[in-house]
C-alpha cells in the first residue's frame, strides 16, 4: 500500500540527521535541502539543536507530527523510533538502515516488526537497506547522483541501491532524465510489485511518465507483477528490465523434457514476453533502451545510417543486419540530387558517408532527406565524433534540432567522450540523449523493434470436452497418467491421435488382428523414459516380428503393457507445458528428436496464450524453415500447429492440476499434426 504521505508528503522528519553528508543521515538531508523541499522539515538528533541549518530534536517524542519518516539509525532502535512515530500519526516511513533480513533468521523478525507497525497504521514502508526515494516533491536518497527532474522522464525501480546508483551515474550522463525512482532494498512491506501497481493505479495518458525501468532480482508475486506491467504497456507505457540471477544454482531432476527446459527464468522471460518487457542484459544496456523508448517511436525498423567516419556506419550496419534490422539501400533519382549536395566522395546508398570533412550545413540537408524524401526509412542513426580538429557544436545544434522536429527518430551516436566533451554538454544541456557506441545502440534498438504490443485476444474452443477432462483429472492419482487415459485426455481435446492400440499379452494381437496394418511401431507402457529402456521397437512388418518385439518390451523392469501403433511420417515435432508455481503454466513448442534433445531449439510462452502468442512461438523456432518444407522436406501447417498450442493453453485452464505435459513426438504434415506419444503428470 502507498500512501500519499510516502509521494507527498507535507512534512519530514530525518531521524539520524547529521552534519557529516559522509554519513546517510547526513546525505540525505543534505539531498532533501539540495532539493528544494518546500514542506516542514525536522531532524532528529541528540547531540544536535541544528543539523545543516535545521532544527533538530532530542528525541520523537519532542516532535510535531510528521508525515514521512526517514531513517538512518542503527537496526535494533529503529523498531521503537517507528512505533513512536506512528503513535503521533506518521503512516510513511523510508528505512535507509542495514541490519535486517539481509543479515539472517534475527534480522528477519527485526524486519517484520516494522511491517507490524507500518500495518497497523495503514500505512507504507519502504526498505530497509535501501537508499531512499524521489519524487517531484522532494529528493530522499542518500547515495548517487540526484537526476534532475523531468514531468516525462523515466519512472524506475530497483531492487539493489548499489545498481541503481551505478545506472543512475550512466543516465545521468547519457541526458537521460527522470520522474521518481524508488530503492525498495528488502521490499519488507514494498516490493517491485507494489510500485507497479502504484504506477498502473495513477497513470494517466499523456501527464504520466511512459517510461518505466526495473531492476528486480526477485520476482516474488509474477501474477501481479504481470497483472501491472501488461495493464501499463496497453496503456501506452514502455517499460525496459533488467531480472538478475539467470543461471541455476544446480539442475533440478525432472521427469520430462519440458520440465528440463523450463525454469525460474524461463518463466520469467516468458512473463516479460507476455507484458511487452524488454528484458536488458546489464545496466548500460537499460540505459541505452531507455533512451530510444523516450525518442519518438518508429513506424518500422528500416534505418539510415549517416556517418562522417566509415567504420562506425559499417559496425553499425552489420550489427542492425544481423539483428533483422533493414538497412536498406537509397537509390535513384532522390538520391543522386542529395549527392550532389555533399563533398566528392560521400556515398548517400546507406550507410550516407559524408566524410570527415562533412559539415552541419550538409548534416542538416542529410537530414531533411531523411525525414522528408526518403520513403523507404523509418529512423535515423547519426554517428559523430571528431578527431579533435575542429568545434563540432554547431554540428550537434543541428542534430539536436532535428531530433527535436523530425516526425522519424533520430536517434545520436556521439563517441568522441573526450575531444567533443564540451559540445556532448552542450547537446546534453539542450536536453538531448546520445549513445557512445553504435554496436551497442544497435543490440538495444534491435531488442526494442523485436518487442510487441501485447493484445489480448484469446480464441475459445466449442468443441472441447471440458467435462469428460475434468472427470479424467478428478478420478486420477497423483503422479504419471497412464498412456491410455492421457491419450483419452487428449482426445476430449479434439486433437488428431495417431491409431493406438493397447495388449497386455501375445494373444491379443491375434484378436485385434482386423486392426492392425503393417509396418507398425510397438512401445512398453510404463516406463517414463521409453529409449532410455529401449522400450520402442520401430518398422516392424509381420506377426512374427510382432510377437518377438512384445515378448521383448513385456520383460521389461515395470512394464505394464504394449501400445501399437502403425509407422507415421511427416515432420517430428514437440510440444509441452510445465507448471512454474507462482507464474502458472509454460507453454512449449518445438521441432523433436536432437532439436529438442540436443539443441533445445523450444520456444515457451506463460498460458493462456493469444493467437499471436502462439504464432509467435511457431515463427521463433530456429528450425522455422523446416516447417516451410526446406529443400524438398514436407511443409507443416502453420495454423495446425497454433491450434495445438492455443488447445493445450485451454487444457491447463481446464485442469490445472497438470503439472507436466510432453507430446513427444508429434507429426506434421501439411495438413494435420497427429499425436504419437504422450505423457502427463497430475498433481491434484
Same mark, same amino acid.
Not at 533480513?101 to 500505512?123: A, P, R, T, W
Given at each position: 500500500?502507498?500512501?500519499?504521505?510516502?509521494?507527498?508528503?507535507?512534512?519530514?522528519?530525518?531521524?539520524?540527521?547529521?552534519?557529516?553528508?559522509?554519513?546517510?543521515?547526513?546525505?540525505?538531508?543534505?539531498?532533501?535541502?539540495?532539493?528544494?523541499?518546500?514542506?516542514?522539515?525536522?531532524?532528529?538528533?541528540?547531540?544536535?539543536?541544528?543539523?545543516?541549518?535545521?532544527?533538530?530534536?532530542?528525541?520523537? /517524542?519532542? =516532535?510535531?507530527?510528521?508525515?514521512?519518516?526517514?531513517?538512518?539509525?542503527?537496526?535494533?532502535?529503529?523498531?521503537?523510533?517507528?512505533?513512536?512515530?506512528?503513535?503521533?500519526?506518521?503512516?510513511?516511513?523510508?528505512?535507509?538502515?542495514?541490519?535486517?533480513?539481509?543479515?539472517?533468521?534475527?534480522?528477519?523478525?527485526?524486519?517484520?516488526?516494522?511491517?507490524?507497525?507500518?500495518?497497523?497504521?495503514?500505512?507504507?514502508?519502504?526498505?530497509?537497506?535501501?537508499?531512499?526515494?524521489?519524487?517531484?516533491?522532494?529528493?530522499?536518497?542518500?547515495?548517487?547522483?540526484?537526476?534532475?527532474?523531468?514531468?516525462?522522464?523515466? /519512472?524506475?525501480?530497483?531492487?539493489?541501491?548499489? !545498481?541503481?546508483?551505478?545506472?543512475?551515474?550512466?543516465?545521468?550522463?547519457?541526458?537521460?532524465?527522470?520522474?521518481?525512482?524508488?530503492?525498495?532494498?528488502?521490499?519488507?512491506?514494498?516490493?517491485?510489485?507494489?510500485?507497479?501497481?502504484?504506477?498502473?493505479?495513477?497513470?494517466?495518458?499523456?501527464?504520466?511518465?511512459?517510461?518505466?525501468?526495473?531492476?528486480?532480482?526477485?520476482? !516474488?508475486?509474477?501474477?501481479?507483477?504481470?497483472?501491472? !506491467?501488461?495493464?501499463?504497456?496497453?496503456?501506452?507505457?514502455?517499460?525496459?528490465?533488467?531480472?538478475?540471477?539467470?543461471?541455476?544454482?544446480?539442475?533440478?531432476?525432472?521427469?520430462?523434457?519440458?520440465?528440463?527446459?523450463?525454469?525460474?527464468?524461463?518463466?520469467?522471460?516468458?512473463?516479460?514476453?507476455?507484458?511487452?518487457?524488454?528484458?536488458?542484459?546489464?545496466?548500460?544496456?537499460?540505459?541505452?533502451?531507455?533512451?530510444?523508448?523516450?525518442?519518438?517511436?518508429?513506424?518500422?525498423?528500416?534505418?539510415?545510417?549517416?556517418?562522417?567516419?566509415?567504420?562506425?556506419?559499417?559496425?553499425? &550496419?552489420?550489427?542492425?543486419?544481423?539483428?533483422?534490422?533493414?538497412?536498406?539501400?537509397?537509390?535513384?533519382?532522390?538520391?543522386?540530387?542529395?549527392?550532389?549536395?555533399?563533398?566528392?566522395?560521400?556515398?548517400?546508398?546507406?550507410?550516407?558517408?559524408?566524410?570527415?570533412?562533412?559539415?552541419?550545413?550538409?548534416?542538416?540537408?542529410?537530414?531533411?532527406?531523411?525525414?522528408?524524401?526518403?520513403?523507404?526509412?523509418?529512423?535515423?542513426?547519426?554517428?559523430?565524433?571528431?578527431?579533435?580538429?575542429?568545434?563540432?557544436?554547431?554540428?550537434?545544434?543541428?542534430?539536436?534540432?532535428?531530433?527535436?522536429?523530425?516526425?522519424?527518430?533520430?536517434?545520436?551516436?556521439?563517441?568522441?567522450?573526450?575531444?567533443?566533451?564540451?559540445?556532448?554538454?552542450?547537446?546534453?544541456?539542450?536536453?538531448?540523449?546520445? @549513445?557512445?557506441?553504435?554496436?551497442?545502440?544497435?543490440?538495444?534498438?534491435?531488442?526494442?523493434?523485436?518487442?510487441?504490443?501485447?493484445?489480448?485476444?484469446?480464441?475459445?474452443?466449442?468443441?472441447?470436452?471440458?467435462?469428460?477432462?475434468?472427470?479424467?483429472?478428478?478420478?486420477?492419482?497423483?503422479?504419471?497418467?497412464? =498412456?491410455?487415459?492421457?491419450?483419452?485426455?487428449?482426445?476430449?481435446?479434439?486433437?488428431?491421435?495417431?491409431?493406438?492400440?493397447?495388449?497386455?499379452?501375445?494373444?491379443?494381437?491375434?484378436?485385434?488382428?482386423?486392426?492392425? &496394418?503393417?509396418?507398425?511401431?510397438?512401445?512398453?507402457?510404463?516406463?517414463?523414459?521409453?529409449?532410455?529402456?529401449?522400450?520402442?521397437?520401430?518398422?516392424?512388418?509381420?506377426?512374427?516380428?510382432?510377437?518377438?518385439? @512384445?515378448? &521383448?518390451?513385456?520383460?521389461?523392469?515395470?512394464?505394464?503393457?504394449?501400445?501399437?501403433?502403425?509407422?507415421?511420417?511427416? &515432420?517430428?515435432?514437440?510440444?509441452?507445458?510445465?507448471?512454474?508455481?507462482?507464474?502458472?503454466? =509454460?507453454?512449449?513448442?518445438?521441432?523433436?528428436?536432437?532439436?529438442?534433445?540436443?539443441?533445445? /531449439?523450444?520456444?515457451?510462452?506463460?498460458?493462456?496464450?493469444?493467437?499471436?502468442?502462439?504464432?509467435?512461438?511457431?515463427?521463433?523456432?530456429?528450425?522455422?524453415?523446416?516447417?516451410?518444407?526446406?529443400?524438398?522436406?514436407?511443409?507443416?501447417?502453420?495454423?495446425?500447429?497454433?491450434?495445438?498450442?492455443?488447445?493445450?493453453?485451454?487444457?491447463?485452464?481446464?485442469?490445472?492440476?497438470?503439472?507436466?505435459? /510432453?507430446?513427444?513426438?508429434?507429426?506434421?504434415?501439411?495438413?494435420?499434426?497427429?499425436?504419437?506419444?504422450?505423457?502427463?503428470?497430475?498433481?491434484?
Amino acid at each position: 500500500m502507498i500512501v500519499r504521505e510516502l509521494i507527498e508528503p507535507k512534512s519530514i522528519v530525518v531521524v539520524g540527521g547529521s552534519n557529516d553528508i559522509q554519513k546517510p543521515g547526513g546525505k540525505v538531508l543534505y539531498n532533501l535541502l539540495r532539493g528544494n523541499y518546500e514542506g516542514e522539515l525536522f531532524v532528529v538528533n541528540p547531540k544536535e539543536n541544528e543539523v545543516q541549518g535545521v532544527k533538530a530534536f532530542s528525541s520523537c /517524542d519532542k =516532535l510535531p507530527k510528521v508525515e514521512l519518516a526517514i531513517i538512518a539509525i542503527p537496526a535494533s532502535f529503529v523498531p521503537s523510533t517507528m512505533e513512536e512515530l506512528a503513535n503521533r500519526g506518521t503512516r510513511a516511513f523510508i528505512v535507509l538502515s542495514a541490519g535486517f533480513s539481509e543479515m539472517g533468521e534475527e534480522g528477519k523478525k527485526l524486519e517484520q516488526k516494522l511491517v507490524e507497525i507500518v500495518q497497523n497504521v495503514q500505512g507504507s514502508l519502504i526498505g530497509p537497506n535501501c537508499i531512499g526515494v524521489i519524487t517531484k516533491q522532494y529528493k530522499g536518497v542518500f547515495a548517487g547522483p540526484v537526476p534532475e527532474y523531468d514531468k516525462f522522464g523515466c /519512472d524506475f525501480v530497483s531492487a539493489s541501491g548499489a !545498481t541503481a546508483v551505478f545506472i543512475l551515474e550512466e543516465a545521468i550522463e547519457r541526458g537521460v532524465k527522470f520522474s521518481s525512482i524508488f530503492s525498495v532494498g528488502n521490499s519488507a512491506q514494498i516490493g517491485v510489485e507494489e510500485i507497479l501497481e502504484y504506477w498502473d493505479v495513477n497513470y494517466v495518458a499523456n501527464e504520466s511518465p511512459f517510461v518505466k525501468l526495473i531492476y528486480a532480482e526477485q520476482i !516474488t508475486k509474477p501474477e501481479k507483477f504481470l497483472k501491472h !506491467t501488461l495493464s501499463l504497456r496497453q496503456k501506452g507505457c514502455k517499460i525496459a528490465a533488467i531480472k538478475a540471477g539467470r543461471t541455476k544454482a544446480g539442475q533440478r531432476a525432472v521427469s520430462s523434457h519440458t520440465g528440463a527446459l523450463a525454469g525460474k527464468d524461463t518463466a520469467v522471460d516468458a512473463l516479460f514476453k507476455k507484458a511487452g518487457i524488454i528484458r536488458c542484459d546489464g545496466r548500460l544496456e537499460l540505459v541505452n533502451v531507455a533512451s530510444i523508448l523516450l525518442e519518438k517511436e518508429p513506424r518500422g525498423n528500416r534505418v539510415a545510417v549517416v556517418t562522417h567516419a566509415g567504420g562506425p556506419g559499417v559496425m553499425l &550496419t552489420d550489427t542492425l543486419e544481423a539483428e533483422g534490422i533493414e538497412v536498406p539501400k537509397i537509390e535513384g533519382p532522390i538520391a543522386e540530387e542529395l549527392l550532389t549536395k555533399l563533398h566528392y566522395g560521400s556515398s548517400v546508398s546507406n550507410p550516407i558517408d559524408f566524410l570527415a570533412t562533412g559539415t552541419a550545413e550538409q548534416l542538416d540537408i542529410i537530414l531533411d532527406y531523411v525525414e522528408n524524401k526518403f520513403q523507404n526509412i523509418d529512423a535515423c542513426a547519426v554517428i559523430f565524433g571528431t578527431p579533435g580538429l575542429f568545434d563540432v557544436k554547431k554540428v550537434y545544434d543541428v542534430l539536436y534540432n532535428r531530433i527535436q522536429s523530425s516526425v522519424k527518430p533520430v536517434y545520436a551516436i556521439l563517441p568522441s567522450i573526450i575531444q567533443a566533451k564540451d559540445a556532448i554538454e552542450q547537446f546534453k544541456n539542450l536536453g538531448g540523449r546520445y @549513445f557512445n557506441d553504435e554496436v551497442a545502440f544497435g543490440k538495444s534498438f534491435a531488442k526494442v523493434i523485436k518487442t510487441q504490443k501485447p493484445i489480448a485476444r484469446f480464441i475459445d474452443f466449442p468443441d472441447i470436452d471440458a467435462e469428460s477432462i475434468r472427470k479424467i483429472i478428478e478420478n486420477s492419482k497423483n503422479g504419471f497418467l497412464p =498412456l491410455p487415459k492421457s491419450f483419452e485426455l487428449l482426445k476430449c481435446m479434439n486433437l488428431e491421435i495417431v491409431k493406438n492400440i493397447y495388449i497386455t499379452n501375445p494373444s491379443e494381437l491375434e484378436l485385434n488382428s482386423k486392426e492392425i &496394418t503393417f509396418p507398425i511401431v510397438m512401445k512398453v507402457v510404463g516406463p517414463i523414459h521409453k529409449t532410455e529402456v529401449k522400450g520402442v521397437v520401430t518398422n516392424i512388418r509381420n506377426y512374427a516380428d510382432a510377437i518377438d518385439a @512384445f515378448n &521383448t518390451l513385456i520383460r521389461i523392469p515395470e512394464a505394464e503393457g504394449v501400445v501399437i501403433q502403425p509407422m507415421v511420417s511427416g &515432420t517430428e515435432l514437440f510440444f509441452g507445458c510445465k507448471y512454474e508455481k507462482g507464474y502458472g503454466h =509454460l507453454i512449449a513448442f518445438g521441432l523433436g528428436g536432437i532439436f529438442v534433445e540436443i539443441l533445445e /531449439d523450444v520456444q515457451m510462452s506463460l498460458a493462456p496464450l493469444t493467437d499471436i502468442e502462439a504464432h509467435q512461438m511457431v515463427e521463433s523456432i530456429k528450425g522455422y524453415k523446416i516447417l516451410l518444407g526446406y529443400r524438398g522436406l514436407p511443409k507443416v501447417s502453420k495454423q495446425s500447429l497454433v491450434q495445438v498450442l492455443l488447445r493445450l493453453s485451454k487444457l491447463v485452464e481446464i485442469a490445472p492440476e497438470i503439472v507436466e505435459l /510432453d507430446i513427444n513426438p508429434a507429426f506434421g504434415s501439411e495438413n494435420n499434426i497427429y499425436v504419437v506419444d504422450v505423457r502427463i503428470k497430475v498433481e491434484c
